[in-house]
């Protein structure tokens, strides 16, 4: 369940190959440069627990930095290529890396990211240039064989809340924990998709996010093969699944649709008849859209819920869903619990927030409050989302933590949003929402109540679009931003967002 066995039984084997440039990194080569990694990193002094950070798209070197502080017992924290500079200081400092790796082709962030981090060592996969040092020919100067002291590391991904600031989720790092130590997410890939070493996976997202990272390491404990696409396009994804046989990938619903969008000449021109078990999740999919999907593929798509978190997992197949339509399934790693806002546990078809309970121990690293939040009177805990369950036990989702919005997969979460915004001069208040859109399920809303005297145009929206994208990621700022004369607040000042939320969705709502 590590490389580096398959380094000794199949070391000519792809590990991975890289869509763009076919570039192919052997288990051999895999496991001598991650070797190499982890010697650089105890040359450096990090030890055990000790955290790094990674500021690295779809890069070709990115799964020798993973492997590397993985063997090493690190805590490795991957951020995404898509945050501004405040953003990614942010979590560097949070996370408490002692090294920050970044690739050069997110040089005009990484870089002015450098003075606000000091005393970090810089390294840069690609092109690099002063202050940060070749990640490449630093790690070449050392041995190709282990470090003495193995011990299995664990990311510390990132996973925003309700009050703006991400956190990181934190597990334990079990000291002399050996670094082959299986991956639950592999016995996952086993048990529901069919997983065999001889599996080939195609990776169609940014492997910065949790799902694509746990699911691309463990396939590669398995020893199968891993088709990284540095950018999505749909048709692309399709010639892959033909040229390689893919066997097995994970999906958001976005790329469906994307897919199913193309011209049926090319839909059809593509052989994806190897496809065995994939899977989606990261944001509801539409009913249609499944449906069309198992009917092109087969009934060889499954979908589960889980968060950063590690908590619980749900899974359903295609079969299962075609009978429970809309359904995220059963509760897998622990038990499906609807409870009230007493904590306590709802009948069938009851709508509560969805609880775990027995499932994995987290902590959100550096807000106990937090943590704490996350778990009722029985110790089971919850991502915040809102379902029911029927009487067999299928989950169904009906709404998310705190209107947090899903758009092509991706998390965003409106209050950071409406924290920037209302700093504006001429906003004087202002919800954020997600609404229907057609490809990426939802886009971005800033619904604004313009300050005293200040006109609600064309102008001013255009102004308050480019001060969001000015100050956020792009995947953050909004696709629209429309105005009300005042926003529906109670007296105690709390918003009442579902109000504004919903009529977007076209359904009522009651305060």
Same mark, same amino acid.
């Given at each position: 369940m590590h490389p580096s066995h398959h380094a000794r039984t199949t070391p000519d084997k792809p590990a991975y190959i890289m869509a763009g440039t076919g570039e192919t990194v052997t288990y051999a080569e895999l496991d001598a440069r991650s070797n190499q990694g982890a010697h650089l990193f105890r040359a450096l002094g990090l030890q055990t627990g000790d955290s790094v950070a990674y500021f690295v798209d779809n890069h070709p070197r990115y799964f !020798?930095?993973?492997?590397?502080?993985?063997?090493? $017992?690190?805590?490795?924290?991957?951020?995404?290529?898509?945050?501004?500079? %405040?953003?990614? !200081?942010?979590?560097?400092? &949070?996370?408490?890396?002692?090294?920050?790796?970044?690739?050069?082709?997110?040089?005009?962030?990484? &870089?002015?990211?450098?003075?606000?981090?000091? %005393?970090?060592?810089?390294?840069?996969? $690609? !092109?690099?240039?002063?202050?940060?040092?070749?990640?490449?020919?630093?790690?070449?100067?050392?041995?190709?064989?282990?470090?003495?002291?193995?011990?299995?590391?664990?990311a510390m991904l990132y996973s925003s809340g309700t009050t703006g600031r991400p956190k990181g989720v934190k597990r334990a790092i079990v000291p002399d924990q050996p670094v082959d130590t299986p991956s639950p997410l592999t016995m996952l890939g086993q048990m529901l998709y069919g997983w065999t070493p001889d599996s080939v996976y195609l990776s169609p997202a940014p492997l910065y996010h949790a799902a694509p990272l746990g699911f691309t390491m463990a396939m590669q404990g398995l020893g199968g093969?891993?088709?990284?696409?540095?950018?999505?396009?749909?048709?692309?994804?399709?010639?892959?699944?033909e040229t390689y046989k893919i066997t097995t990938a994970q999906w958001v619903p976005t790329h469906f649709v994307r897919m199913l969008k193309l011209p049926q000449e090319a839909r059809a021109k593509y052989d994806v008849s190897s496809l065995k078990g994939v899977f989606h999740a990261a944001a509801p999919c539409p009913v249609p859209v499944k449906e069309q999907m198992i009917a092109w593929w087969g009934p060889v798509i499954h979908e589960y819920y889980a968060g950063t978190e590690g908590n619980g997992f749900t899974a359903i197949n295609s079969e299962e869903w075609l009978t429970h339509k809309g359904s995220v +399934?059963? +509760?897998?790693?622990?038990?499906?619990?609807?409870?009230g806002e007493d904590g306590e546990p709802l009948p069938p078809r009851a709508e509560g927030m969805v609880y775990f309970a027995g499932g994995g121990e987290f902590e959100y690293h550096g807000d106990a409050e937090k943590t704490r939040d996350s778990k009722n009177q029985h110790g089971w805990t919850t991502l915040g989302d809102v379902g029911w369950v029927d009487e067999e036990g299928y989950l169904y989702l009906t709404d998310r933590k705190s209107f947090m919005i899903i758009s092509g997969g991706v998390n965003i979460y409106p209050q950071e949003v409406e924290n920037l915004l209302v700093t504006h001069p001429k906003v004087a208040d202002v919800a954020v929402v997600g609404a229907p859109h057609e490809e990426m399920g939802e886009q971005v809303v800033a619904v604004v109540q313009p300050a005293p005297g200040q006109v609600a145009d064309e102008a001013l929206a255009a102004e308050l679009m480019a001060f969001a994208r000015a100050n956020l990621s792009h995947v953050k700022a909004p696709r629209?931003? &429309?105005?009300?004369?005042?926003?529906?607040?109670?007296?105690? $000042?709390?918003?009442?967002?579902?109000?504004?939320? &919903?009529?977007?969705? $076209?359904?009522?709502?009651?305060?």
């Open positions: !020798e930095l993973l492997w590397a502080a993985q063997r090493s $017992g690190l805590r490795f924290t991957c951020i995404s290529s898509k945050l501004t500079v %405040g953003e990614v !200081e942010y979590i560097v400092k &949070d996370c408490k890396a002692k090294v920050f790796v970044a690739a050069s082709s997110l040089s005009a962030v990484a &870089d002015a990211v450098v003075p606000l981090i000091p %005393g970090l060592k810089l390294y840069m996969v $690609g !092109e690099a240039h002063p202050p940060f040092e070749s990640f490449e020919a630093a790690r070449a100067a050392f041995p190709e064989t282990p470090i003495a002291d193995e011990s299995a590391g664990s093969t891993v088709v990284v696409m540095e950018h999505f396009d749909p048709e692309e994804a399709l010639r892959l699944i +399934g059963k +509760g897998l790693t622990a038990q499906v619990m609807i409870c629209r931003i &429309d105005f009300m004369d005042e926003l529906p607040r109670h007296a105690t $000042g709390k918003l009442y967002k579902r109000l504004i939320r &919903d009529a977007y969705w $076209g359904k009522e709502s009651r305060i």
